[in-house]
């Protein structure tokens, strides 16, 4: 799905597919038939955009391979178009148990820069014929603990030389792909202010930011405050991901309470921030904020890192942070200037949703994601943006 910025820049819209388990070329292939083509159908358009993942296995294997022309002729056929991949997860991401696992390798590691290497040649085979620049979104460097100045200095030298590789697969392809840290709640880029700290330090020609709507609200941070300095700092904005947080504006409250405990689940980590009076308090993940020993006030209201559907409203008394996406949206691109050019909708997480709300099937599955990705093209037509 494609748009059109007052300025002339055509913004893509693609759906994330790390909602879908699949570690192999077979897997996804499938994804791309069943859904993929499913929500193209569902939406009525003639042209869908996917953000795919793809695990580090699965990447390495497709540089270079004729099974990268089986990939790109399956997203041919069904008209599907990728411009933006998700590099955050390494592999494994839908086993029984993810939590923080999903943060291994970090920057320090070497596997992350070579994966993430390999995500760029792969993506590079597959922009569409008229797109020459793509986007791939990594996790924020690394959790933020243990975190030394010697990890530091070893995470930024690999992303020195990730952005030395991605010089060189422009000069050879003649493709510009950009990759952008994801601020994410406990880790070491979790706010504005630690990207603009460690951006600061490596060549933003190629690496900056990638903006996701559901941490910066986990945050309480503002979007317009947090666009303005980094535009000011002259860090991008790679790609946007379009994602609503869980709200809670009582947590002390019995049935609140009651109603969070819902999403409490074993697969990912869902991180808490509430805004009291003295400042955010902080917890790792909701089952620690309600039930354990250092559990939270409910003081204040509480923010959950639980990416919820973004076209409809959880159940009462829960609410989710649609309205700040909306507003993300606007910031990028409402204004004089598209600040960015790539949309992911990414909510990777309707099969943990609380049991009543997951989806029966395929079917269903493809009605939910279609609806949001609705929402999200109406919101960026509230926003200025033309279809094109």
């Given amino acids: 799905m494609r748009f059109t910025h007052r300025d002339g820049t055509r913004i893509h819209l693609a759906y994330c597919t790390n909602v879908h388990p699949a ?4 897997g996804l292939l499938r994804q791309l038939r069943i859904f993929g083509g499913g929500i193209r159908a569902e939406l009525g358009v003639d042209r869908l955009g996917v953000g795919l993942w793809l695990p580090a296995p699965l990447a390495a294997h ?11 002729e399956a997203l041919a056929g069904h008209g599907l178009e990728v411009v933006t991949l998700n ?32 995500c760029a040649r792969v993506l590079a085979r597959l922009l569409p014929a008229d797109a020459t620049s793509g986007s791939i979104s990594t996790l924020p460097v690394a959790w933020r603990e243990p975190w030394s100045p010697e990890q530091r200095r070893r995470a930024i030298e690999s992303m020195r030389r990730l952005s030395e590789g991605l010089a060189e697969l422009a000069e050879e392809t003649g493709k510009h792909i950009r990759v952008g840290l994801e601020p994410e709640p406990g880790c070491v880029v979790e706010t504005t202010d630690d990207a603009i700290d460690l951006l600061g330090e490596v060549n933003t020609d190629h690496i900056g930011l990638c903006l996701d709507a559901c941490h910066l609200a986990v945050g309480f941070e503002d979007a317009a405050d947090s666009v303005r300095r980094l535009t000011e700092a002259g860090i991008p904005i790679v790609k946007a991901q ?38 955010i308090a902080a917890l790792d993940d909701l089952p620690e904020a309600l039930h354990g020993d250092h559990r939270l006030r409910g003081d204040g209201p509480w923010r959950v890192h639980f990416h919820v559907p973004i076209h409809r409203q959880p159940e009462p008394p829960l609410t989710s942070t649609q309205q700040e996406l909306d507003h993300t949206l606007r910031t990028l691109l409402g204004g004089r ?12 997480t309707w099969s943990v949703l609380p049991e009543h709300q997951r989806p029966r099937g395929d079917a269903e599955l493809v009605a939910g994601l279609a609806a949001e990705l609705r929402w999200v093209a ?6 200025g943006l033309e279809p094109s």
């Fill in 378 to 383: 109406q919101a960026m037509r509230r926003a």
């Fill in 337 to 348: 200037i598209a600040l960015t050019d790539h949309v992911e909708m990414e909510t990777y």
């Fill in 242 to 279: 379009a994602s609503a947080a869980l709200h809670a504006s009582s947590p002390a409250d019995e049935a609140t309470r009651k109603a969070l405990a819902c999403y409490a689940e074993e697969r990912f980590l869902h991180q808490i921030r509430e805004r009291g009076t003295s400042g």
């Fill in 62 to 72: 497709l540089v270079g391979h004729p099974d990268l022309n089986r990939l790109r």
């Fill in 23 to 26: 570690e192999d070329l077979e």
């Fill in 87 to 118: 590099a955050f997860p390494y592999r494994g991401f839908h086993e029984a148990a993810v939590k923080g696992a999903v943060y291994q390798p970090d920057w320090t590691d070497e596997r992350r820069p070579a994966y993430t290497l390999h």
